[in-house]
């Protein structure tokens, strides 16, 4: 079974702030995928990153940056700089490959950007 | 159209009335999830379809929820006797093709409210 936690239910910080969201997951695949999806207020997910078991390179795309250790099993999401429009509910997920293609979410992290 | 869409937006049924979902893919695309969002959580999948195959269903809560793609394009997402514990949003998501290292793109989701 797959399962994604992510512990911080919400976390509030002030704009300009950096701020890093957590995720660990568990699975039996030993090839494996993983995501983080925002959701802002409007309800749609919207995909930012996909990242695969066997590459665990860092990756950087403007302010956000991912981080993927397979040791901790974590795949963290660090925003630099925060502004108000990165205020959202930020998911976690988990596919495994043919059979598994489904994803797991974790419970989401809800940001605030206060101004 | 550019994106995944779906119909109706809200839905509000009656305790014991059928309703009926519908989602659009990406033109193309190959795959077809649908998940269940209940307020505050992460999304659950439900099933996923390639092409015209259901070949995954394990995630359907009861028989009163049934999910078809006749024709590989158009997704219908069928409840029978809505109980109050459906209420949820409905999420749609196609991808490329198979195998859990695509990435799915959602769809804005019909909000279902049962009274």
């Known amino acids: 079974a797959q399962k994604v936690t992510q512990a911080q239910t919400e976390i509030s910080v002030v704009e300009k702030e950096d701020v890093t969201l957590d995720c660990v997951y568990e699975?039996?695949?030993?090839?494996?995928?993983l995501f983080w999806y925002k959701q802002p207020p409007s309800g749609e997910l919207v995909f930012l990153i996909r990242r695969n078991s066997f590459d665990e390179q860092n990756e950087i795309s403007g302010r956000y940056s991912w981080n993927f250790q397979k040791s901790t099993s974590s795949f963290n999401f660090t925003i630099t700089a925060s502004q108000v429009v990165d205020s959202a509910v930020y998911f976690c997920a988990l596919s495994g490959d043919f059979g598994n293609e489904k994803l797991t979410f974790g419970t989401g992290t809800r940001l605030t950007i206060i101004p | 159209g550019a994106g995944v869409s779906q119909s109706p937006r809200y839905k509000v049924a009656k305790r014991g009335q059928d309703v009926a979902l519908r989602c659009d893919p990406i033109s193309g695309h190959v795959s077809l999830f649908w998940y269940q969002q209940a307020l505050g959580q992460g999304p659950e999948f439900l099933t996923y379809f390639q092409n015209e195959a259901q070949l995954d269903k394990s995630g359907l809560p009861s028989d009163r929820f049934f999910a078809e793609r006749p024709e590989g394009s158009v997704s219908t997402l069928k409840i029978q006797r809505t109980q109050q514990e459906d209420s949820a949003v409905y999420l749609c998501?196609?991808?490329?093709?198979?195998?859990?290292?695509?990435?799915?793109?959602f769809g804005p989701g019909t909000r279902l409210l049962v009274l």
């Open positions: 699975t039996r695949d030993t090839t494996y995928y």
């Open positions: 998501a196609s991808s490329l093709g198979g195998g859990g290292q695509e990435t799915q793109y």
